[in-house]
């Protein structure tokens, strides 16, 4: 059974870092691009980040490139986010999602999420 | 691309059949995805390439259209299927739209 499991959420001031992990089970993680999506409170989805299966490739949107950091260890089956010089517009649940594939680039697993809040 | 949901809010009563739209501002080719989000849960998969059923989903959820419009429709509506639904486009950049938030009349 594949399972994603986010965690490093919490509350931190405007300005300031946090990096969030994910841990994968039940697929080989080594053979997916995996992602992070968020959700503002009672908002939308975002996408956030992809990384490819190296980590020798990652994407961001402009509402956060060079701020956000995509990276993986195949070796333990862990995904990470390190979120710099963060803002209120930050604050959501970050979802750990996986790709289901190269170009075909729908997510179809996706973890519980876990939540940010900025604020001062 | 931009993608918009209507409506932003649906009623309909168990038995219905209910109808989702979703909007491309430029043409998709196929390349969008259907999510269901219940309340406190993450997104759940329940159509890829505009038509495809992911595994596991009953066959009352089906997917159609083209080019910029598409269309999520659920045959007779079951009260499990209260539900936040997302379209998500991913044939240039990968985008959500609004969500269509389905309850019982």
Redo the contacts between chains.
Sequence with gaps: EVQLVESGGGLVQPGRSLKLSCAASGFTFSNYYMAWVRQAPKK????VA?ISTSGSRTYY?DSVKGRFTISRDNAKSSLYLQMNSLKSEDTATY?CARH?GYN??????????TMVTVSS | IQLTQSPSLLSASVGDRVTLSCKGSQNINN?L?W?QQKLG?????LI??TNSL?TGIPSRFSGSGSGTDYTLTISSLQPEDVATY?C?Q?NN???????TKLELK
């Design positions: 939308g989805l975002e996408w992809t949107p979802y289901y075909h680039w729908y997510f179809d697993f996706w973890g519980p999420g | 390349y995805a999510y849960e993450a997104p759940k998969l890829y390439n992911q997302f998500y991913y950049g990968w985008t959500f739209g609004g969500g």
